[in-house]
């Protein structure tokens, strides 16, 4: 018979795991933000100046990673704070399809997964 729930000692790694994840992707998220802003600020000032267009093309392509960067960011937060909403739900670490435990490796990869390494593979 398989195992099909955490141990409360799983859980409690995984919440720490995910806790420490959400630490560092916020502060990933102010500087890829502040860095934004003065990409944005910078750019705002040296308009004033005339400047060769692929200056500016280059300001534009570099303001642009940013605020995606700052996108990617919010939404992995996102999967991460979702992760702990299904530890609270009990529905953490458990397959979709099939319902068995996903592997603690994958979980610790993508701790947002919702899906075993086989399932994720079918679909």
């Known amino acids: ?7 409360d000692k799983d859980i409690k ?11 560092e992707v916020t ?3 102010e500087s890829e933000k502040k860095r934004a802003d003065d990409i944005k600020t910078s750019t705002q000032s040296n308009a004033i100046y005339s400047s060769h267009m692929a200056d500016a093309s280059s300001d ?7 605020y995606y960067f700052v996108a990617r960011e919010k939404k992995y937060l996102n999967y991460l704070n979702k992760a702990l909403s299904m530890i609270d739900e009990g529905t953490f670490g458990i397959c979709k399809e099939c319902s068995t435990l996903i592997s603690k ?3 610790v990869e993508v701790p947002h997964t919702t899906k075993c390494f086989e399932c994720k593979s079918n679909s």
Do not use: G, P, Q, T
């Not at 018979?1 to 141990?7: A, F, L, P, R």
């Open 27 to 29: 502060n990933d998220l």
């Open 1 to 7: 018979m398989s195992k099909n729930k955490w141990s």
């Open 13 to 23: 790694f995984f919440k720490d795991l995910i806790r420490s994840k959400i630490v």
């Open 105 to 107: 490796d994958r979980l």
């Open 60 to 66: 534009h392509l570099d303001m642009e990673r940013a």
